[in-house]
């Protein structure tokens, strides 16, 4: 079974410093890994996403992830957070599919908010 | 190209009233999927759609929770005889292939 772990419900950051937000994940195929933004009464806008081909995936917004396999994580950051980078940051799992691209559902972590103090 | 749309945006209802959630996939989009966000969670996966199919409803509640998706217009999910727990926020997301999912801006929920 899929599961991700996101480690710290809030992470608070003055502008102009690192973002960091964890992620772990759990899979018995190879993963597609994402991170989502969610706004504040809005949808979930897809950062970034890793399909396999690189282990450093460039997302938007300057946010960048790197899959490493031998410690199950995702980890989202950005070298200069800025205070239009406050939100809710969600990291998701599918499996692989026979098609070679992702399947079915997306397993969510329960999130990290972003808080970036001026 | 539109991005996923959702109606209503915000949908109030007593309990034992139904509940009809509509969403319109991107043009091209034919997989849709719908998630459930309580309060202090991430989302939970409902059900997945193809045109006229349902293709894996593992995460929808056994009884009250249905969900379609026809040929012709958008797919709907309705909830019969609405509880107070089930208040929450729901999306819906499409994708062309089934792989990258793309979301709306959800359905708030409230059940009086």
């Known amino acids: 079974a899929q599961s991700v772990t996101q480690l710290g419900s809030h992470v608070s950051v003055s502008e102009g410093a690192l973002v960091l937000l964890r992620c772990n994940y759990s899979?018995?195929?190879?993963?597609?890994l994402f991170w989502y933004v969610q706004y504040p009464n809005q949808g979930l806008q897809l950062l970034l996403k890793?399909?396999?081909?690189?282990?450093l995936v460039k997302g938007i917004n300057g946010f960048e992830a790197e899959f490493k396999k031998s410690e199950t994580s995702f980890h989202l950051t950005k070298p200069s957070a800025h205070m239009s980078d406050a939100a809710e940051y969600f990291c998701?799992?599918?499996?692989?599919?026979?098609?070679?691209?992702?399947?079915?559902?997306?397993?969510f972590g329960k999130g990290t908010k972003l808080s970036v103090k001026p | 190209n539109a991005g996923v749309m959702q109606n209503p945006r915000h949908l109030v209802r007593r309990r034992g009233q139904e509940a009809r959630l509509r969403c319109s996939p991107m043009?091209?989009?034919?997989?849709v999927y719908w998630y459930r966000q309580l309060p202090e969670e991430g989302l939970k996966f409902m059900v997945y759609?193809?045109?006229?199919?349902?293709?894996?409803e593992s995460g929808m509640p056994k009884e009250r929770f249905s969900a379609e998706f026809p040929k012709e217009g958008p797919s709907i999910l309705r909830i019969q005889q609405v509880v107070r727990g089930d208040s929450a926020a729901y999306f819906c997301?499409?994708?062309?292939?089934?792989?990258?999912?793309?979301f709306g801006p959800g359905t708030r929920l409230t059940v009086l």
């Open positions: 997301a499409s994708s062309p292939l089934g792989d990258t999912q793309y």
């Open positions: 899979s018995s195929v190879p993963p597609y």
């Open positions: 890793y399909t396999s081909a690189a282990t």
């Open positions: 998701a799992v599918s499996g692989s599919g026979l098609n070679g691209g992702s399947q079915g559902n997306l397993i």
């Open positions: 043009k091209g989009h034919s997989h």
């Open positions: 759609l193809q045109k006229e199919n349902i293709i894996d």
